[in-house]
């Protein structure tokens, strides 16, 4: 009921407040505006990168003047945001760092399925902490996809300085199987 009423006075206040929808919209005329231009910088950078990529930290100088980011080490490296992480770290490390990242990503989820898959306890005792690590594999799955689309909106697998990188790198780590 409780959320009923917070969605039921957001949509009021959207609909009837200009200075609310100031704030959701922004600059933007629609949502998604600002990003677009970066999205298709990201897509036309990650065409360029290749086999091997940029370089780690390295964005391609922008083709608009619209781009957001900014020029560090006196105007020779541009660096902005990437929008999508799998075309950002083909921007950066190309096609062979991604295909890399990717199976070290699907290393991990095999190992976590195959945990969850694998079990044949017979043992009663030992059937509850075999229920348990099933548990905690399939919520470490569910949490790491969700990591993953997030990566896909906000690009932070490339960036060295986002919160959710090292959260990430800490949860894919597998238990050692034993």
């Known amino acids: 009921m409780f959320i009923f009423l917070v969605i039921s006075a957001s949509?009021?206040?959207?609909?009837?407040?200009?200075?609310?929808?100031?704030?959701?919209?922004?600059?933007e005329n629609r949502i998604g505006d600002r990003?677009?231009?970066?999205?298709?910088?990201?897509?036309?950078a990650a065409k360029n990168g290749g086999l091997f990529g940029f370089g780690y930290g390295i964005s391609q100088p922008p083709g608009s003047t619209n781009v957001i980011g900014h020029y560090e080490n006196n105007g020779q490296l541009?660096?902005?945001?990437?929008?999508?992480?799998?075309?950002?770290?083909?921007?950066?490390?190309?096609?062979v760092g991604l295909g890399l990242f990717l199976a070290s990503l699907g290393y991990v989820f095999w190992f976590l399925?195959?945990?969850?898959?694998?079990?044949?306890?017979?043992?009663?005792?030992?059937?509850?902490?075999?229920?348990?690590d099933k548990m905690a594999a399939a919520f470490l799955i569910a949490v790491l996809v969700g990591l993953c689309f997030h990566a896909q909106v906000e690009a932070w697998w490339v960036g060295v300085g986002s919160i959710e990188l090292p959260i990430f790198y800490f949860l894919l780590k597998p238990v050692k199987a034993e």
Do not use: H, W, Y
């Open 35 to 44: 990003r677009i231009i970066n999205i298709q910088e990201t897509i036309q």
């Open 78 to 95: 541009f660096v902005r945001e990437k929008m999508i992480g799998a075309l950002a770290i083909v921007e950066e490390t190309g096609i």
């Open 11 to 27: 949509g009021i206040l959207f609909f009837s407040s200009q200075t609310v929808r100031d704030f959701v919209f922004k600059t």
């Open 113 to 132: 399925i195959r945990l969850i898959f694998e079990s044949k306890i017979k043992d009663p005792i030992n059937r509850s902490a075999m229920l348990e």
